[in-house]
C-alpha cells in the first residue's frame, strides 16, 4: 500500500492525507449547502426540497434515538453536518486520488483510524456533555451503576468497546474497499494485457457503484449509532 505523507510541527507528527481529504470535503460540504440554501422561498424550489429532505432525514435519526427534547435541539445540526461530512469523506476515494511519488496525499480521510476514532472521540465526549446536563455530574457517575451495582464494570469497559466499534466499522469498510480497488486497477488489470484490462473495467466500475452504496449505508450507520450513544446517556436506566 502506498505511503501516506508526514511531517513534523513541535514534535508532534500529521498526516497530509486526513488534513487535505478533510480540508476538501469540509469545503466542499459548505460549498453544498450555501448553493442548495441560496434564494429559500415559502414555495420551495429543486435545491431547497433537498436541503429540507437532507434535513429531516438526519432530524428523524435524532428524533428516533434521543428522547430528550433540549438534547434534540442542539444534535439535529451535529447529525447532519456529521452525516454529510462522512458522507462526502468516503466517496473522495473512490473519484480521486492523488499521490507524490510514492507518497499517497489525497484519498479517503475515513480510510484512516486516525480519522475515524477522531469522529467517535467527538460522539462520546457529546454524550457525557449531554449525560452531565441532564443529570448533574453525580446522577450521570450513578447511572454507570443502574439498574445493579455489579454492573459498573460493564458499563465502564461498554464507553471503550463503543469508542471503537463506531470508529474501526466505519474505517473497515472504508479501507476494504479502496483496497480491493487498488488491487483490481494496479494489479488485476494489468497482470495479462487486454483480456484482464478488459475484465477488470467493469469489475472497477461495478465495485465503485457498491463501494458508493456501502460509503452510504456506513454514514448513515455512524449517525445512528452516535445517537443512540447519546440517547442512552440523557435516559435514565
Not at 431547497?48 to 437532507?54: A, G, I, R, S, T
Not at 471503550?160 to 487498488?182: D, K, M, Q
Not at 494489468?190 to 466500475?205: D, E, V, W
Request: glycine share 8%; with cysteine; proline share 4%.
Amino acid at each position: 500500500m502506498e505511503k501516506p505523507l508526514v511531517f513534523e510541527l513541535f514534535g508532534l507528527k500529521f498526516d497530509l492525507v486526513g488534513i487535505v481529504g478533510s480540508t476538501l470535503m469540509a469545503l466542499a460540504v459548505l460549498f453544498i449547502c450555501i448553493w442548495l440554501s441560496r434564494k429559500v422561498e415559502m414555495k420551495p424550489n429543486k435545491k431547497q426540497n433537498v436541503l429540507e429532505y437532507l434535513l429531516d432525514f438526519t432530524n428523524g435519526i435524532v428524533k428516533d434515538n434521543v428522547s430528550d427534547e433540549a438534547a434534540q435541539k442542539h444534535l439535529s445540526l451535529y447529525a447532519f453536518v456529521l452525516f454529510m461530512f462522512i458522507w462526502f469523506m468516503n466517496q473522495l476515494g473512490l473519484f480521486l486520488e492523488v499521490k507524490v511519488g510514492e507518497n499517497m496525499l489525497i484519498k479517503s480521510p475515513t480510510a484512516d483510524p486516525v480519522t475515524t476514532m477522531s469522529f467517535a472521540m467527538m460522539t462520546l465526549l457529546l454524550s457525557f456533555t449531554f449525560g452531565v446536563q441532564r443529570f448533574g455530574a453525580g446522577g450521570y457517575l450513578k447511572n454507570y451503576s443502574a439498574p445493579v451495582g455489579f454492573l459498573l464494570p460493564v458499563n465502564i469497559i461498554e464507553e471503550f468497546t463503543n469508542f471503537l466499534t463506531l470508529s474501526l466499522r466505519l474505517y473497515g469498510n472504508i479501507y476494504a474497499g479502496e483496497v480491493l480497488l487498488t488491487l483490481i486497477g494496479n494489479n488485476l488489470a494489468p497482470s495479462l494485457g487486454i483480456p484482464t484490462l478488459i475484465l477488470a473495467a467493469p469489475l472497477a466500475m461495478i465495485w465503485q457503484g457498491f463501494s458508493v452504496f456501502i460509503g452510504s449505508i456506513q454514514a448513515y450507520v455512524f449517525v445512528t449509532l452516535s445517537m443512540v450513544y447519546i440517547g442512552k446517556k440523557v435516559t435514565k436506566e
